[in-house]
């Protein structure tokens, strides 16, 4: 209720999120909890201090595993840059249609598991452009054939596939200039908040409206409408703020 409450994402799958989380430490604290009860009644105290290391190891097996992660993570997001050092792409926009896509994700009740994927995704969406001999125009591929927006999306799937993150993530990389009826979520979602991104950047004042407007206007082919929608949904409950001047 609390995050529901600050974000205005959907209860049911913060609800349902939280409680998937909770099943296995819940699970595994009540049976932890029996099993000392019964070793304390034959045992003694002794058995406190015993069963206790298993827990504690657990907890340090935990943070390590999440600091592994964090690492992960900036690794990625390093990768990311690399467009942006090497002027391909306005600085910030992985991060901000990561950001941005993570938000539309949840409002359509994605997993965390499937946040993760997209979050990874969205961060390396444009690390195909790095194959480019001369550089695109601010980074906006949206306005380029489809057949050099699909190559550019097949090249970066390929780096990905390189780096050792999860398939699903390099999936989604090369799907994300696919037919939107043939792409999965994550990369249905990639492309509606790039374009998005791409076409609100440099708009100046209404660029937001304007913007989520061509995007509605081009659901019946390139765009899924339920994701624009859920975009309107994220800006609105975010004011409409405009994205960063490249």
């Not at 349902?16 to 049976?31: K, Q």
């Not at 595993?65 to 990311?80: C, D, H, K, N």
């Not at 609100?200 to 624009?228: H, I, W």
Request: a neutral charge; one cysteine or more.
């Amino acid at each position: 209720a609390p995050a529901h409450a600050r974000t205005g994402w959907p209860f049911g799958p913060l609800l349902r999120e939280e409680l998937r989380g909770m099943v296995g430490i819940t699970s595994a604290v009540c049976a932890t909890g029996a099993v000392m009860a019964l070793a304390v009644s034959v045992a003694g105290l002794w058995a406190l201090p015993v069963f206790s290391v298993p827990l504690l190891l657990a907890q340090l097996s935990y943070r390590r595993y999440a600091a592994v992660r964090a690492t992960y993570r900036q690794t990625i997001a390093s990768l990311a840059r690399a467009t942006e050092i090497a002027g391909y792409t306005p600085a910030g926009h992985a991060r901000r249609v990561a950001g941005l896509g993570v938000a539309v994700g949840r409002d359509l009740g994605l997993s965390g598991a499937e946040l993760t994927v997209l979050e990874y995704a969205a961060l390396m969406h444009d690390i195909g452009q790095l194959s480019l001999v001369d550089p695109v125009p601010s980074g906006a591929t949206a306005g380029l054939p489809v057949t050099e927006q699909r190559r550019i999306a097949l090249l970066g799937g390929a780096v990905v596939r390189q780096t050792g993150v999860d398939a699903a993530v390099a999936v989604v990389v090369e799907r994300q200039a696919d037919p939107c009826r043939e792409q999965p979520v994550a990369a249905r979602i990639v492309r509606v908040v790039n374009a998005y991104e791409e076409k609100a950047r440099d708009a100046g004042p209404g660029g937001v409206l304007t913007a989520l407007e061509e995007l509605r206007l081009a659901t019946a082919g390139d765009y899924a409408p339920e994701v624009v929608e859920a975009l309107a949904r994220v800006l609105s409950r975010g004011s409409l703020t405009e994205p960063a001047a490249g």
